[in-house]
């Protein structure tokens, strides 16, 4: 065989396994390109629990799910509070001074992929109602961010950022966002720009 040969033969060779693998390349672009897209985009490892009973908490939590398209739990417990003030608050005040932690309704089952966890809650006796603790306590929040928020009648957050911290001394606690009941409704540009001020929409 003469060494012309074998060169013309090693060229057209290598030629041809050249294009093989541009074709290859190019459909496995294409069906990258086509498939529906799973990164961790922001979005996608935001969680918002929140506990609501009059539905203050719900609404702000809404707006936040707006902003953020995180994904939404509500915190819900087995034994149902009243829906009168006075009889929910005697029962709410029983569940702290006895350390309490109501069991409930639900969980999250994939808490591992979330890595910022939106928290949301009435104050009710100068912190979060017990249900919170609940939560908080079921899960690991060792490496996660915490940003709690909260409707109130005039105490800010009380003293709930303290419980928290107490509850997962491994997460990182940002700059919360509380609102007064009255004003839970017309709180759209408040939540918008503490959104963008802690970093979490553009």
Request: neutral net charge; charged residues 20%; contains cysteine.
């Amino acid at each position: 065989m003469s060494e012309s040969y074998s060169r013309r033969a090693f060229l057209k060779k290598s030629a041809l396994t050249l294009g093989m693998a541009a074709i290859g390349h190019i459909a496995g672009l294409s069906k990258a390109l086509a498939a529906p897209q799973t990164g961790n985009s922001p979005e996608r490892n935001m969680l918002i629990a929140y506990f609501s009973h009059t539905g203050n908490t719900t609404l702000v939590a809404e707006q936040i799910h707006t902003l953020t398209r995180g994904d939404m739990h509500r915190i819900r417990t087995v034994e149902v509070y009243p829906a009168e003030h006075d009889p929910c608050s005697e029962l709410a005040g029983r569940q702290l001074r006895a350390d309490y932690r109501p069991e409930l309704a639900s969980r999250v089952d994939n808490m591992e992929s979330y890595s910022i966890i939106f928290l949301g809650y009435p104050i009710w006796w100068h912190t979060m109602p017990m249900a919170c603790w609940t939560f908080l306590e079921s899960y690991d929040f060792t490496g996660k961010t915490i940003v709690p928020f909260c409707t109130h009648g005039g105490d800010g957050f009380a003293n709930s950022p303290r419980d928290i911290r107490t509850l997962c001394p491994q997460a990182t606690i940002l700059e919360g966002y509380h609102t007064r009941n009255a004003h839970a409704g017309r709180m759209s540009r408040d939540v918008t720009d503490w959104l963008r001020r802690i970093g979490m929409t553009a």
